[in-house]
C-alpha cells in the first residue's frame, strides 16, 4: 500500500497486482472487505464490488502492460461523505460519446461496461496523466461511523466474555449430562444427573414427573430445598403438568399463585416453565423448573437448556423401554430354549433293538419348541409307537405335546387296541383342549411281538403310508376320526395290516407333506412315497436322516414354517 500524492487525501489504501485476470477477485474482495470493515452498507458494498470488478478486468484485458515491469494500482479512500475509488494502468485512453448510456443494439457483446459501472456510482471521470489512464469512481456514502466508545467497548466484551464463560459451562455440564445417558442404566439415577442442571438453570426448584403404566404422572427426582410435593398426579387431570403432558405444549407462568389452588405448582409460587417430555410420538412426562420470585422470568438460554435436559430424559425414557424389552425378549428367548431342551429330552433316543421290527424317528421344529411329538414305547406284547401334531407352534404346543405324552403312557397297559388308547386318552384331555381352543392330531400302531400284524388308530392325522420291499408303488392307510380336543365323546375305529418282509411302514406330520418347493408347490403323499423309494435300501436311522435332508432341501434356504416329524417301521426278515 503506498500514498498517492496527486488527490492529497487524508487516508489512502492502495493495492498492486500484475496484469492477470486470476488477481482481479483477491484485489476486490481486499477493497469490499476494508469498506464493510468501516460500516459501509452490504447493498452498497454489493454494487461497489460489481463496478470495481468490471473496470479492473477492462484494465487488465485493455492496458498497455509490460508484464514483467508495469502493474495495476487499486487506490481508495473515504473521507467525509465521499467514496474515492480509482484504477491506474499505463497508457492512453479517451473514451468515446455516450460511454456510459446502454448500447442500442441488445445482441451486441461490448459497451455494456461503462453502463454498469455509472449504475453504481454517482460520478465517473478518465484521467490521463504522465503516461498512465485513472478511472476515478465517486460515490456519496455520508460520514464514516464514529469509532467505538472504549468504555462501551469494554462493556461489550465483557459482556460476551461472560457469555462465552456460561456457555462453557453450559456444555461441559451437557456433555456430562450425555455421559452419563451412555453410561448410566437406572433411569432414577441418569435423572438425579440431569437435576443437577438447576444451577446452570439458576431455578430454586426443578424436578421431574414420568408417566407409569396406569397413565400418572410418578415424581422421579426433585432438586429443591426444603420443597414438598405430591408423589404422583392423575395424568387426566387439570392441573397445569397434567395438560403439558397430553397436549406435549410447554407453559410459562408468571406467578404459580394464579393458579387453583389444588395445582401441586401453586405451592412453588413465583415463574414456572413446564416442559414436556417426549420421544418421537410418546408423551412421557414433563420437567419443571420454577424461582419463588414473581416475575423474576428465565432467560432465553435457560429455557433452552431446561429444554435440552428434557430432550435428555426423553431418550432416557426410551432407552430404558428398549432395555426392559430386551431383557423380557431374553428371558423369552431362554424360556423357549429350556421348553425346546425339555421337550427334546423326552423325544426317544433310543428304539428297541429286535428281530421282527426296526424303528427310528426325528423330528425337526421350526421354532425352539414345537408341537410335534413321537414315542417309541415296548409294552408285554407289542411295540407302541406314537405320532401327533399339536395345533399351534412355540410353548403352548410343546405343553400340550407333554400332556399327551403323559396321558398316553398312563393308559397304554389298560388299552387293547390303539382304538381303545385314543378313546381313554381323549376323555381325560378333550376337555382341557376344549375350554383351551386347541386341538391335537394324533396316531397310535401297535406291532405286533413275533408276528407282522399292525393295528393302528388316528385321531384326525395325516395317512401313513406302507413302501414295497422293491419295486413301484405304495399303499396308504388311513384310519381315523376327529382330532383330540374337538368332540370328547368321540370313538376312534381300528385298522389292521400286515407287512410282508422288508416292507416299510412310514408315520408323518403334515410340516412334512405340506412342504413346498421354491414355486410353492407342496410335496404331498405321492412326492413323500416316491422320495421314499429312492432312499428305501437304507437302514432307518440313515433314511430318516436323508429323507429329511431331501425335505430341507426343497426350502432353498428358507426357513420351514411347521414342524416335521417323521416315523420309519421296517418289516424284518
Known amino acids: ?292 420470585e414473581p416475575g423474576n422470568f428465565f432467560t432465553a438460554a435457560q429455557i433452552s437448556l431446561a429444554r435440552t435436559t428434557a430432550e435428555f430424559l426423553g431418550i432416557a425414557c426410551a432407552n430404558a423401554e428398549l432395555q426392559a424389552q430386551r431383557l423380557a425378549q431374553l428371558r423369552v428367548q431362554r424360556e423357549l430354549e429350556i421348553a425346546a431342551q425339555i421337550q427334546q429330552s423326552l423325544v426317544p433316543r433310543d428304539f428297541p433293538s429286535r428281530t421282527d421290527w426296526a424303528v427310528h424317528g426325528m423330528c425337526v421344529n421350526a421354532l425352539e419348541a414345537g408341537g410335534d411329538f413321537f414315542d417309541v414305547l415296548e409294552v408285554p406284547g407289542r411295540v407302541m409307537l406314537v405320532i401327533a401334531d399339536v395345533m399351534g407352534k ?18 397304554v397297559a389298560l388299552a387293547a387296541t390303539p382304538g381303545e388308547l385314543l378313546n381313554r386318552v381323549s376323555v381325560q384331555i378333550a376337555p382341557d383342549l376344549e375350554r383351551l381352543g386347541m386341538f391335537i392330531t394324533t396316531q397310535v400302531v401297535f406291532l405286533g411281538t413275533n408276528s407282522r400284524a399292525v393295528t393302528y388308530a388316528s385321531a384326525g392325522h395325516c395317512p401313513m403310508i406302507v413302501l414295497p420291499a422293491a419295486g413301484p408303488g405304495h399303499r396308504v392307510l388311513d384310519e381315523g376320526g376327529l382330532p383330540l380336543g374337538v368332540s370328547a365323546g368321540e370313538v376312534y375305529a381300528v385298522g389292521t395290516t400286515l407287512l410282508a418282509p422288508g416292507e416299510r411302514l412310514l408315520l408323518v406330520t403334515d410340516g412334512i407333506l405340506e412342504a413346498p418347493d421354491e414355486n410353492g408347490a407342496e410335496l404331498g403323499l405321492d412326492g413323500f412315497a416316491a422320495l421314499g423309494r429312492k432312499l428305501a435300501q437304507r437302514e432307518p436311522a440313515q433314511f430318516c436322516q436323508a429323507l429329511l435332508g431331501e425335505i430341507a432341501a426343497r426350502d432353498a434356504g428358507r426357513a420351514p414354517t411347521d414342524d416335521r416329524t417323521l416315523l420309519a417301521v421296517h418289516s424284518l426278515a
Not at 216 to 223: D, E, F, H, K, T
Not at 254 to 272: E, K, M, Q, T
Not at 394 to 400: I, N, S, W
Open 1 to 292: 500500500m503506498s500514498g498517492a500524492e496527486n488527490l492529497g487525501c487524508d487516508e489512502w489504501t492502495q493495492v498492486a497486482i500484475p496484469p492477470a485476470l486470476s488477481r482481479v477477485a483477491p484485489a476486490v474482495d481486499c477493497f469490499c472487505r476494508a469498506l464493510a470493515a468501516q460500516g459501509a452498507p452490504d447493498p452498497v458494498v454489493s454494487g461497489l464490488r460489481l463496478a470495481l470488478t468490471e473496470a479492473v478486468t477492462n484494465s487488465v484485458k485493455h492496458a498497455r502492460l509490460d508484464p514483467d515491469e508495469d502493474e495495476i494500482r487499486l487506490g481508495w479512500r473515504w473521507n467525509g461523505e465521499w467514496l474515492v475509488v480509482e484504477v491506474t494502468e499505463p497508457g492512453y485512453f479517451v473514451p468515446p460519446a455516450g460511454w456510459t448510456d446502454l448500447p442500442a443494439d441488445p445482441l451486441v457483446e461490448s459497451g455494456r461496461g461503462g453502463f454498469l459501472m455509472a449504475g453504481q456510482v454517482d460520478e465517473l471521470t478518465h484521467l490521463n496523466h504522465r503516461g498512465h489512464h485513472t478511472l476515478r469512481l465517486r460515490k456519496r456514502l455520508g460520514p464514516p461511523p464514529p469509532p467505538p466508545d472504549v468504555a462501551e467497548l469494554e462493556l461489550t466484551l465483557g459482556a460476551m466474555t461472560e457469555d462465552l464463560s456460561t456457555s462453557y459451562e453450559t456444555l461441559s455440564a451437557l456433555f456430562k449430562l450425555a455421559e452419563a445417558l451412555a453410561t448410566t442404566r437406572d433411569l432414577p439415577a441418569f435423572a438425579g444427573h440431569a437435576l443437577r442442571l438447576r444451577g446452570l438453570i439458576e431455578a430454586d426448584t426443578m424436578h421431574v414427573r414420568l408417566r407409569d403404566e396406569k397413565g400418572a404422572l410418578v415424581l422421579l427426582g426433585l432438586a429443591a430445598p426444603g420443597l414438598s410435593l405430591p408423589p404422583a398426579i392423575d395424568g387426566n387431570a387439570d392441573f397445569l403438568e397434567a395438560t403439558v403432558f397430553r397436549t406435549s405444549q410447554e407453559k410459562t407462568i408468571d406467578d404459580g399463585r394464579s393458579l387453583a389452588p389444588g395445582d401441586p405448582l401453586h405451592a412453588l409460587g413465583g415463574v414456572a416453565f413446564v416442559c414436556p417430555i417426549h420421544f418421537q410420538t410418546r408423551h412421557l412426562g414433563v420437567c419443571v423448573v420454577s424461582r419463588r
Open 394 to 411: 412355540g410353548v403352548p404346543a410343546a405343553l400340550l405335546a407333554v400332556v399327551l405324552r403323559t396321558a398316553v403312557r398312563a393308559h
